[in-house]
């Protein structure tokens, strides 16, 4: 069983900077692909970014040039680092662990972030 864990939210002010980062245990030769995803209120979860087991990433368009995701190697742990935050990054951000080998996903319980003045 893969369980995820993120940490790091918290309340920023617009133009600020977070680092979020999320940490998947469990069998890890099964653990592929990893990334993240939001939701805010009223709203569908969405992809913020993506980075495979050899550190091939990919972002949504909103949040190209101003976040960052990375992987470690050998280890099935992230971070997304979040810089010039807007009102609009506001939601709880979802780290996604994906099954290395079937049509599986595992989720992290999610972490809050707030961008306001």
């Known amino acids: 069983q893969v369980q995820v864990v993120e940490s790091g939210g918290g309340l920023v002010q617009p133009g600020g900077s977070l680092r979020l980062s999320c940490a998947a245990s469990?069998?890890?030769?099964?653990?592929?692909?990893m990334g993240w995803f939001r939701q805010a209120p009223g709203k569908q979860r969405e992809l913020v970014a993506m980075?495979?087991?050899?550190?091939?990433?990919n972002y949504a368009d909103s949040v190209k040039g101003r976040f960052t995701i990375s992987r470690y190697n050998g280890a099935h742990a992230i971070d997304l680092q979040l810089n010039s935050l807007q009102p609009g990054d506001t939601s709880v951000y979802y780290c996604l662990a994906k099954h290395r080998y079937v049509d599986r996903d595992y989720w992290g319980q999610g972490t809050q972030v707030t961008v306001s003045s």
């Open positions: 469990g069998p890890s030769n099964i653990i592929g692909d």
């Open positions: 980075i495979t087991i050899s550190g091939l990433t």
